[in-house]
T-cell receptor, first 112, second 116 residues
Framework: DAKTTQPPSMDCAEGRAANLPCNHS???????VYWYRQIHSQGPQYIIH???NNETNEMASLIITEDRKSSTLILPHATLRDTAVYYC?????????????FGGGTRLMVKP | NAGVTQTPKFQVLKTGQSMTLQCAQD?????MYWYRQDPGMGLRLIYY???????DKGEVPNGYNVSRLNKREFSLRLESAAPSQTSVYFC???????????????FGQGTRLTVV
């Protein structure tokens, strides 16, 4: 089963790029990497996902290594409103079937 | 566009009381989920419904029951509340089942439940 490892916390200066790493060394070939964030106990918010190619949308970029064992979420110009817990998620096959499991995430603090 | 709506937003129960948390989505999604989040922790899946008419246990189903009333609504019931069920409960929906498919999920704003 694929699982993810993220640093528990990171700081970033406002206006700078925030690079959030994630290790998923046991990911299977057909499993997507998803990123969500949770701002101050609100419901989690979808950011981006990818399979093997790098992806970019209006919120962030996702860089996945060629061997797919790790990825990096990039917020190009972090603002104070980006302070949140960021979750890197890969499908976990459990007895219950297909589902996504949230780990501890990375608490990103954007500082002025 | 409301997305995923949860009611109530806050609730205090006494030990042994029962209650039902309601969740409705207006995006015509097939799959719906219930998670709980304890202070300082990540989300843990309680139950999910891959499609209308089906429900399955997640990681922490004990003490809960669910009903997929129709495609829009997925309720979570606590038959006899315990202090260990004090948590924030999130409902989510997605067009298709996660994991096997390339799809994102949308979350409600949560129900903050305290059991005393």
């Amino acid at each position: 089963d694929a699982k993810t490892t993220q640093p528990p916390s990171m700081d970033c200066a406002e206006g700078r790029a925030a690079n959030l790493p994630c290790n998923h060394s046991t990911i299977s070939g057909n499993e997507y990497v998803y990123w969500y964030r949770q701002i101050h106990s609100q419901g989690p918010q979808y950011i981006i996902h990818g399979l093997k190619n790098n992806e970019t949308n209006e919120m962030a970029s996702l860089i996945i290594t060629e061997d797919r064992k790790s990825s990096t979420l990039i917020l190009p110009h972090a603002t104070l409103r980006d302070t949140a817990v960021y979750y890197c998620i890969v499908r976990v096959r459990e007895k219950a079937g297909n589902m996504l499991t949230f780990g501890g995430g990375t608490r990103l603090m954007v500082k002025p | 566009n409301a997305g995923v709506t949860q009611t109530p937003k806050f609730q205090v129960l006494k030990t042994g009381q029962s209650m039902t948390l309601q969740c409705a989505q207006d995006m015509n999604h097939n799959s719906m989920y219930w998670y709980r989040q304890d202070p300082g922790m990540g989300l843990r899946l309680i139950y999910y419904s891959a499609s209308e008419g089906t429900t399955d246990k997640g990681e922490v189903p004990n003490g809960y029951n669910v009903s997929r009333l129709n495609k829009r609504e997925f309720s979570l019931r606590l038959e006899s509340a315990a202090p260990s069920q004090t948590s924030v409960y999130f409902c989510a929906s997605s067009e298709r089942s996660w994991g096997a498919m390339n799809t994102e999920a949308f979350f409600g704003q949560g129900t903050r439940l305290t059991v005393v």
